[in-house]
């Protein structure tokens, strides 16, 4: 199978409905496998036990920066090679991005409170990505606000593309300026800073939830494709009653 | 120093566990109820009369 043939939805929900189940069995062992490594986790140094919450909340905070990064090559898709399930799969990746947002900034205030003294500060790592968030929230508003899926397809294209902008300015956020969020410890020049024992467990909740995250996406995938056929049905029902005769 | 232990922060530590538990199980139960959702309509439309084009299902996805 090439990657052109998954162009076609009917074969694409003929592949997602075959991978699904094994995906999802691919999250369950790997989702336990990194809770169990993060529950036997040492405590930290510094940070005590808090440092699990790290293994929860970095992944998420991946997440949120790596969708919107698939949604713009999707919008790049749906505007350059007008692909037809690009628009699809940005329209389904962003309720998930914006969840994967959400609990990036409660998982980080949650552990920024004992560590920080703060639940939140205006630093600009901190606000960049709560500017993220309501970028997902404002995309998934435009995708409801207008009703043909080509002509929001395209908005939301154009937007997310804007809102790529902000991925880098997050990244380099900790810097560029001087903010209260650290470093890049993993992701960094020189390798990660992290020592084994908290690397390790990170590393496998950071795949436990990529997996989570293309598993749910193929999902809703699939659901936005049933949705427009019913659309499409919905039209051709309208149109076979409006040419019945009175 | 018993590494399940979680010292005097255990309820930060709980509640994000718990916050994560709880959003990835609603975004999977809105997903699946979403894709139930989508069939029974589909199959309501193909009842009615309506079908594709093609002539085939719309529900058929094997």
Known sequence: MTLIDLANPTRFLSLATRALPWLAAATAVLLAIGLYQSAMAPNDYQQGATVKIMFIHVPNAWLSMFVWGVMSVAALGTLVWRHPLADVAAKAAAPIGAAFTFLALVTGALWGRPMWGTYWEWDARLTSVLILFLMYLGLIALWRAVEDPSRAARAAAILTLVGAINLPIIKFSVDWWNTLHQPASVMRMGGPALDHAFLIPLLVMASAFSMLFLTLQLAAMRNEILRRRVRTLQMIQVTKSSRRPA | ?62
């Open chain 2, 1 to 62: 120093m018993n590494p399940m232990s979680l010292g005097p922060y255990a309820s930060f530590i709980v509640t994000s566990y718990l916050l994560v538990a709880v959003v990835v199980v609603l975004l999977i139960g809105w997903i699946a109820v979403d894709y139930r959702r989508q069939q029974r309509r589909l199959r309501e439309l193909e009842a009615g009369g309506t079908i594709r084009r093609s002539g085939r299902s719309a529900t058929d996805i094997k």
